[in-house]
């Protein structure tokens, strides 16, 4: 028997969802989050569900990782000390970066610069320097280089970026420094930027260099440490962590580039939803994963995310694909207040967290939440997974109390106005990736999951007009399950820049093949068969003139069969899409990637005995919820007592080991063939 376990550590709990890949049957276990290391947390659910399974540790092949560690490091500041080797001249290249300053005119004013990840006192100049064609223009000097590294080991910098000018074209001057640098601090991490992101634009190029040495040490400790951790609990298997852009990377390559990790957290999400939809029969769909402290929104169109050339995390933007994932401050622990200025009801981005949690947990949290107006409302029972976690409604009760006597209202009236702000909080961000992208949301479906998005799912839909609203199997943990289905991924890039008229097709696909065979290696060297291996390539094209690109996928066979007419006409047509017009000038072809794509896994759900649409059987008590400006009878199901084809009639609760999904008055929810509930307005 062949098992995937997939792993991912949030902020509050680690969700876990081992597969047997044989029957395609699964078990899911919840443990709560070790913020101080994250593997003990991790280790804990590991044997909690081989044990439920039955199995020993050392029978699953893959565990399947996503994590945040990368993230934290940079959010909290507690990146490596890294020391940036530049050309003479280049030394302010970080402070000086792109003279952006966010707000409006007068923002400098108010706005705290940020402090770049490699400090001034920590760049140092070296001679030498390769001209716009690569080729060398004046020699580095190996004593000139050798001062200024051990000025840097006397610093005791952690680690080392070498970013020299035009290096994307011709590595060499690089590659020395490297040597030396290994030579003179050996122990030391080094990224050279012609590795990391061989692409023009020597700022990003910098920057993204700069970020994967800031946390590589950390990242690099916390695999190395669980991996071993695993090995002595018996666990032979392979560990592979997810990538921002929703594939996978063995944890060797994970401790070589982190920088494609920054957002490992909310790409499971993605990759969940994906596997979800593909056997719903869905293929457009907006995703809300609602946590204890942010919501994460993503569009998924014809059953292909978006994904973005950037990965943005707090301040910092650097140059790795990623998800198009907006994130709101707005979760089940987002805390309500009302501020003596105004006298209005504001809800989030403070956030009760894990510790003392909301109101409603009894541990200790007197904020009113988003989950203590849950409650008040009805619309969470009062126990919590499986029956193993009771709610205090009385204590949630005397804190929405608080917000409704400021407001001068009822108690209800405040818990439903809390909620109502959160789902506005939730509708701007789907309203980014949909309407500002050029998207129709009413030709999406919504899919809620994480603790809290089925609970918000069906009212968010109403708001988008996004139908069917869907709570899909095991939602709250959803993210390990895209973790453990997800297939492995790695890319290279390198810039191009010439007008696609004087492009020869010949000369642009000998170019990607040779892109495509270095891929296609990386993956065979971590264990996968050549002709397991797919590769796609990314072309980003321009008009000439415009500082900004929009990347176009393609395969060799339609490059071939196509040609580069091909791909233009349809970055016109994808511009007109975005931006409303197209303009007369030429063509360019600014960067070229390749992606290699390991095998697609064929992981069937298992199906639900087929029922004769009465809910009964799942029936477990009748109660009263607030909805619609007053308390209605509603019922509450057992998810797992569903059958396929049963239609649930609105108001109703259907409450699991994972989460609660709320269906409101006047809709209608149908629980699919392999247990998706699917709601939609009567």
């Known amino acids: 028997m062949a098992y995937r376990l997939g792993v991912d550590v949030g902020g509050t709990f680690t969700d876990l969802l081992l597969f047997d890949e044989g029957s395609g049957a699964f078990w899911r276990h919840k443990t709560p989050s070790t913020p101080q290391d994250s593997s003990v947390g991790v280790l804990a659910g590991v044997d909690a569900i081989c044990a439920q399974a039955g199995i020993a540790s050392a029978a699953v092949e893959t565990l399947l990782h996503g994590t945040t560690v990368a993230t934290n490091a940079v959010l909290e500041g507690k990146g490596a000390r890294v020391g940036l080797v530049v050309t003479a001249g280049y030394r302010q290249i970080l402070q000086i970066a792109r003279s952006y300053v966010p707000g409006g005119l007068a923002g400098w004013i108010i706005w705290p610069k940020p402090e770049p990840l490699a400090r001034l006192e920590d760049t140092v100049e070296i001679e030498g320097r390769m001209d716009a064609r690569g080729e060398e223009l004046r020699p580095v000097d190996d004593a000139d280089i050798r001062a200024a590294l051990t000025r840097l080991k006397a610093q005791g910098v952690e680690a080392v970026t070498v970013s020299l000018i035009n290096a994307y074209l011709n590595g060499a001057h690089e590659a020395r420094v490297g040597e030396l640098a290994h030579e003179i601090m050996p122990g030391v991490p080094v990224s050279l930027s012609h590795v990391v992101l061989p692409e023009m634009q020597e700022y990003e190029r910098t920057l993204t260099a700069v970020a994967n040495a800031a946390v590589r040490p950390v990242v690099g400790h916390y695999v190395r440490n669980l991996r071993e951790k695993l090995r002595e609990s018996g666990m032979a298997g392979k560990l592979a962590l997810l990538r921002s852009d929703g594939g996978l990377m063995s944890s060797e390559k994970a401790e070589e580039h982190p920088v494609s990790l920054l957002m490992s957290g909310p790409a499971g999400g993605v990759a969940g939803a994906l596997w979800v939809a593909k056997h719903a029969g869905l293929r457009n769909i907006l995703t809300l994963d609602v946590g204890g402290t942010s919501t994460d929104v993503a569009l998924i169109e014809d059953l292909e995310p978006r994904r973005v050339r950037t990965t943005e995390v707090g301040h910092l933007s650097v140059r790795a694909s990623s998800l198009d994932v907006k994130t709101v401050g707005a979760g089940g622990g987002s805390i309500a207040y009302v501020p003596e200025l105004t006298g209005a009801l504001r809800v989030g981005p403070q956030s009760a967290g894990a510790v003392p949690g909301p109101v409603a947990y009894g541990m200790g949290g007197e904020a009113p939440t988003v989950t203590d107006a849950n409650v008040v409302l009805g619309y969470l029972p009062e126990s919590l997974l499986g029956g193993s976690f009771k709610l205090d409604r009385e204590g949630a009760k005397a804190a929405v109390q608080l917000i409704a006597d400021r407001l001068g209202i009822g108690l209800f009236e405040a818990a439903r106005g809390i909620i109502d702000i959160a789902n506005e909080n939730i509708f701007g961000a789907l309203r980014m990736i949909s309407v500002q992208q050029g998207y129709d949301p009413r030709s999406f479906a919504l899919m809620g999951f994480g603790g809290a998005g089925p609970l918000h799912v069906n009212a968010v839909a109403r708001l988008m007009g996004s139908w069917p609203a869907v709570s899909p199997v095991s939602p709250g943990v959803l993210c390990a399950l895209g973790d453990a289905t997800t297939r492995m991924r790695t890319e290279t890039a390198r810039s191009f820049s ?50 900004f690109e929009v990347p176009m996928t393609t395969d060799a066979e339609t490059l071939r069969r196509d040609g580069i007419a091909s791909l233009v006409a349809r970055f016109d047509a994808e511009h007109r899409r975005l931006f409303t017009f197209n303009m007369d000038t030429a063509h360019e072809i ?24 009465n809910p009964q059987a799942a029936k477990l008590r009748d109660h009263q919820l607030w909805i619609d400006g007053a308390l209605r009878p509603a019922t509450i199901y057992d998810r797992a007592r569903l059958r396929a084809g049963d239609i649930i009639k609105g108001p109703a609760i259907v409450v699991e080991m994972d989460a609660t999904t709320l269906i409101e008055a006047d809709c209608v929810a149908t629980v699919d063939r392999v247990g998706n509930i699917l709601i939609n307005p009567a």
Do not use: H
């Not at 990637?593 to 004769?612: F, K, N, V, W, Y």
């Open 590 to 613: 600014v960067n070229l990637r390749a992606m290699a794509l390991g095998p697609a896994l064929s992981l069937e759900p298992a199906a639900l005995p087929q029922g004769d649409g």
């Open 498 to 547: 010439k007008l696609a008229r004087d492009t020869g097709e010949a000369e642009l696909i000998g170019l990607l093949d040779e892109m495509a065979e270095q891929t296609r290696a990386e993956l065979r060297a971590d264990g996968l068969a050549e002709e397991d291996i797919t590769s796609l390539f990314e072309i980003d094209l321009r008009y000439l003139g415009q500082a």
